[in-house]
């Protein structure tokens, strides 16, 4: 088997520059070449997929990023990992691997969109102001008791009624569900999860999220209902049981599919098909089927839109990160409110909504980090002060 002797270990390929550029701005003839590399030397995809997964906790951006800029994110990251060498050599040890991450993104930061220690003017009239809010905890409600979790966790009904719940640090648990009630997932702001229903069927959860299930489907129907928030989900298919997501306005049929149904207050009610076939219903209208790559946004007045649209814009959260394409600066600070829990006030803003950003935001679990990544796109800086963001103009 032939061997590539550069890339020994994953560092190796952080200090590749055309590594480096691929995975900050792709395109054919780099997708292609690596394409080709791992082809030829395939032992080296686990150094390879090392290195991006590192790449991903930095939540650095991909798209538009001038050459100055991408320059310096090469120099940064390189630097940061010949400090790690430096300090593997003295033994001395990262605390965990979530603050090597954070360390890793506030040494790329530097000298970009850092947040400046400088006092702004809180009545300059470009200006939008963030609050964190209180984080809670994740509550599974049956109908004898709720049990709350700290962590993300990943609910599996079994055929017996009972959920064996995984949280996100390994600690797991056996509770019994309702059978023939509907139980609660409640995910709020801050938090995601997933639950895997009885026949199989797999639903992920984005904060801010209520799902009502059962823990069998007991009945000629398979019958969800999303209370607020946003999921996806991939059904297992069953032709003697039709599954069914309700929400307060619509009613999804799926035909054996992969979907995401959006319904936050406060924001307009939409269903995207990725793979299959779902039908729309609302009251006693027709049905509205819609094909792959087709999002439906439904009006008050009970009827829908439909456009052809990228879905991975729309279901990257599943990942674990959001991308954004000349999305209006007010949207993309609303999915990143509702991820962080963080409530953002545009009154005194008049110029700054009108930015756009492209781009992808790899959620980290550093908020500074992500904030630092939204100024880079959407050419903003920002200061926070305990609970407070404030977001202005770049200086020029």
Not at 125 to 133: A, D, N, R, T
Not at 181 to 200: C, M
Request: aromatic residues 10%; contains cysteine; proline residues 2%.
């Amino acid at each position: 088997m032939k061997t590539d002797n550069r890339y020994s270990v994953y560092t190796d390929f952080l200090k590749d520059r055309q590594f480096i550029q691929w995975q900050l701005m792709s395109d054919a003839s780099l997708d292609s070449y690596w394409q080709e590399f791992i082809n030829q030397y395939p032992e080296q995809k686990k150094n390879m997929d090392k290195a991006i997964a590192y790449l991903k906790k930095t939540g650095m951006a991909k798209k538009y990023l001038s050459e100055n800029e991408r320059l310096t994110l090469l120099e940064r990251i390189q630097k940061t990992i010949r400090q790690e060498k430096k300090r593997e050599r003295r033994r001395i040890f990262w605390y965990a691997s979530a603050s090597a991450a954070a360390v890793a993104l506030i040494v790329i930061g530097i000298g970009l969109f850092s947040p400046s220690s400088e006092q702004i003017n809180t009545t300059d009239k470009e200006l939008i102001v963030g609050e964190l809010l209180n984080s809670e905890d994740i509550q599974l409600i049956t109908s004898e008791k709720a049990i709350i979790f700290q962590n993300d966790v990943e609910v599996t009904l079994n055929e017996e009624g009972t959920a064996e719940i995984v949280q996100a640090n390994n600690e797991t648990s056996k509770v019994q569900v309702a059978r023939d009630k509907f139980n609660s997932l409640i995910v709020p702001y801050g938090k995601r999860s997933t639950l895997i229903l009885a026949d199989g069927s797999k639903v992920w959860l984005n904060s801010g999220s209520v799902l009502e299930f059962p823990a069998q489907f007991c009945g000629k129907n398979r019958e969800i209902r999303l209370i607020s928030g946003e999921m996806y989900v991939e059904v297992v298919h069953d032709k003697e049981k039709p599954f069914f997501v309700q929400t307060a306005n619509i009613n999804v049929k799926v035909y054996g599919t992969k979907f995401n149904v959006s319904n936050y207050s406060g924001s307009t009610q939409s269903v995207i098909l990725i793979e299959g076939s779902v039908s729309l219903q609302v009251s006693d209208k027709k049905e509205l089927f819609l094909a792959p790559n087709e999002q439906a946004i439904y009006s008050e007045s009970g009827t829908f839109e439909t456009n052809k649209v990228d879905v991975s814009q729309y279901i990257s959260w599943k990942e674990g990160y959001l991308s954004f394409d000349k999305t209006p600066m007010t949207e993309v600070l609303q999915q990143i409110g509702r991820y962080y829990n963080l409530s953002f006030n545009f009154e005194n803003d008049t110029n700054l909504q009108k930015r756009t950003c492209t781009g992808k935001i790899h959620l980290s679990d550093n908020l500074d980090n992500v904030m630092t990544i939204i100024g880079l796109l959407s050419s903003t800086t920002y200061t926070r002060t305990d609970n407070k963001i404030l977001i202005t103009n770049k200086p020029i």
